[in-house]
């Protein structure tokens, strides 16, 4: 029995700015977010590593660890309104004249205030950031638990390390570094919840290792190009080469296991990535940090939906450039009557069916190894 777009997601319109803003979060104040799960914890008696493509992963991410603490120059002096200044953003835009905000409550906004407001976007994004990691350290840790094969829980055994050290990187880098933080983003909240209060282990792979860790290798893989700052530039390089394995992991997996299933178990997965993707779409639009500057958030965001080049934003669509390749790559995008495709349609980021897929990528991106090599 398929799903409308409002049973997956509670809502009709996939883009009612309404309805996605009136999300927030009800426990902002409570240090602990508890989620339950019943889930099943399976041993295997089977030790025979029968899967290559894994343990030729879990070798590599055996020997690219890296130590936050010394592989790092944590003396470096961060000056985030210099760093501001030398990134592109929405403050820069409006400045130089390229995007009109002057019927918005923004409009009498001048240079100070842009650069608090930027500023105040890369506090935010580092912290979602952050929230993210730890959601990726808590998936992983449940799939050494679920996996039913052997050279799988070697492998995510090593992911686990790999997600603590981005939590610590994240958190010291923007404890440290950064001058705010903020809690995380009701979607982002929402897409974590569904993620590990779901049973079935192939469902943390692919909401946690596809989507999730999909979007944050594209989202770092922009940061890092764009940042001019020397700390975080080498951070987001070592990251990304833990992260590119990660999505590695995710595509082997699943291409396996997806090869068992019936119709309308790959119907489920389908829903479940299309759920996964709108909740993180949601997520960018930064409501939080219009909020904290006094802004009521929909006015400006539907402004700049209605006016902007192509009524939406081509940025949030590079988010996909990962993600829409490797649902291709499992199947999933043409599955059944192509249900995930003409849903990817809708949402205008199809077009990057055909980019590479990170099932192998994860070789040529290994910078820890590069470095090594180099000294
Ligand atoms: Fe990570
Ligand atoms: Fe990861």
Not at 85 to 101: C, E, H, R, Y
Not at 116 to 121: K, P, R
Not at 279 to 289: C, I, P, S
Not at 330 to 344: C, I, K, M, V, Y
Request: proline share 3%; glycine share 6%; net charge negative.
């Amino acid at each position: 029995m398929s799903s409308s777009t409002a049973d997956i997601i509670g809502r009709e319109d996939p883009n009612d700015l309404d309805a996605i803003l009136g999300i927030t979060n009800t426990d902002v104040n409570e240090i602990i977010h508890d989620v339950n799960a019943s889930v099943d914890t399976l041993f295997t008696w089977n030790y025979e590593r029968s899967r290559p493509a894994l343990s030729k992963l879990y070798e590599k991410a055996k020997t690219s660890q890296w130590n936050v603490t010394t592989d790092l120059d944590w003396s470096i002096d961060v000056d985030q309104e210099k760093e501001v200044g030398n990134t592109p953003g929405i403050g820069m835009a409006v400045q130089a004249g390229l995007i009109d905000l002057s019927q918005t409550p923004v409009g009498h906004w001048g240079k100070k205030e842009w650069t608090n407001f930027e500023i105040e976007s890369s506090n935010w994004s580092l912290s979602q950031f952050l929230h993210g990691e730890q959601g990726a350290l808590l998936c992983t840790a449940r799939i050494v638990e679920t996996v039913p094969w052997i050279d799988a829980k070697y492998y995510a055994a090593t992911q686990v390390m790999d997600e603590a050290r981005h939590v610590e990187v994240f958190g010291r880098y923007l404890y440290e570094k950064m001058s705010s933080q903020y809690p995380i983003n009701a979607h982002l909240r929402m897409l974590l919840d569904d993620i590990v209060s779901d049973s079935r282990w192939d469902i943390t792979y692919l909401g946690m290792q596809i989507m999730v860790e999909g979007l944050a290798l594209a989202a770092f893989g922009f940061m890092h190009m764009l940042t001019q700052e020397p700390l975080l530039k080498k951070l987001l390089r070592y990251v990304m080469s833990d992260e590119a394995r990660h999505v590695a992991f995710g595509v082997l997996s699943l291409q396996e296991f997806y090869q068992g299933l019936n119709q309308a178990e790959i119907r489920e997965r389908q829903e479940f990535a299309f759920e996964a993707a709108l909740r993180m779409r949601d997520r960018f639009l930064q409501q939080e940090v219009w909020e904290r500057q006094g802004v009521n958030p929909i006015e400006v965001i539907r402004f700049m939906r209605e006016n902007g080049p192509q009524g939406d934003d081509p940025f949030q669509h590079m988010l996909f450039s990962k993600i829409v390749p490797n649902c291709k790559k499992l199947g999933l995008l043409d599955a059944g009557d192509g249900w995930l495709r003409e849903r990817f349609t809708e949402i205008g980021v199809i077009q990057f069916e055909d980019w590479a897929d990170t099932g192998e990528e994860y070789e040529s991106l290994d910078e820890v190894a590069k470095d090594r090599a180099a000294s």
